[in-house]
């Protein structure tokens, strides 16, 4: 039977590992979790926040029309993606990806609207706080601001998804103990005082207008067949403590 990874050029598969994802199977596990329900062919799609392109790349790959891989290249770590992201693009041939070096809270849409809208784990760096949004109406109204803005430049219709970290988890708590995931023990950059609650983000993209929003947890590709148990906020506070947010304008 053909796969997702049977489906990837080689070039594709040698981008991941580059970029150390030495698993292409779990990588196309999370890409499925990411996008289920989604169809992202002959859809216009522009991804906030595209790092080195793999994303925007595979959405190009699997159907979409046009996507638009907006990249602000930070000084500091993100330093030299835009390059990267151009010469995988060419050395793929693809036609159909755009790359825009652009701050999505200075950028201006025109008249451009989209299908889908994804930003993966980039949404709280569209305001950056460590306040908790519920206890500081500042930080909670920036957030409407912000998700109003990509409802704005959604096509009626169009699909928003968002991950990212939860500001709770028990690993994220139980590091300070110098505890650590046992699946994991580099230790992770994610300060949690930077994200906020999955049910937070849920009154924000309501109070921006969205409807139909739910909500899914990644589902660790070792524990795929257990998928109605961890796909669940129980599990997933002592798994990854992060969330896929899809919701519809």
């Known amino acids: 039977m053909t796969t997702l990874i049977d489906e990837l ?29 989604v169809d992202l062919r002959g859809k216009r799609v522009l991804e906030i926040g595209s790092g080195r392109g793999l994303l925007a790349i595979y959405m190009g ?38 790359v825009e070096v652009a701050d999505f809270n200075t950028w201006r849409a025109g008249d451009r609207r989209f299908d889908v809208i994804v930003s993966k784990a980039s949404i709280n760096h569209l305001h950056e706080s460590d306040k908790h ?18 409802r704005d ?7 928003f998804i968002a991950t990212d970290a939860c500001r ?31 049910g937070t983000w849920m009154k924000i993209f309501a109070d921006a ?9 990644p589902v660790p590709y070792r524990l795929r067949f257990a998928r109605p148990i961890v796909n669940t906020a129980l599990a997933n506070f002592f798994l990854h403590g992060s969330f896929i947010v899809r919701a519809r304008r």
């Not at 050029?9 to 329900?37: I, K």
């Not at 207008?209 to 947890?217: A, L, M, Q, W």
């Open 153 to 159: 430049v959604l096509a009626p219709g169009g699909t």
């Open 9 to 37: 050029p080689r070039e594709y598969l040698a981008m991941l590992e580059r970029d150390g994802h030495q698993n292409p199977p779990a990588f196309a596990h999370a890409l499925a979790n990411l996008f289920e329900g």
């Open 209 to 217: 207008g969205f409807e139909g929003t739910t909500v899914d947890y």
């Open 61 to 98: 790959m699997r159907g979409a029309a046009h996507v638009l891989s907006m990249e602000p290249e930070l000084v500091g770590a993100t330093s030299g993606v835009i390059t990267d992201q151009r010469a995988r693009i060419a050395a793929l041939g693809l036609k159909n990806v755009e």
């Open 168 to 198: 709770y988890a028990f690993f994220t708590g139980a590091r300070q103990l110098g505890i650590r995931r046992p699946w994991r023990w580099k230790r992770s950059g994610v300060d949690w005082r930077h994200h906020q609650n999955v």
């Open 133 to 150: 949004a519920e206890y500081h109406r500042p930080t909670y109204d920036a957030y409407v601001r912000v998700v109003g803005r990509i």
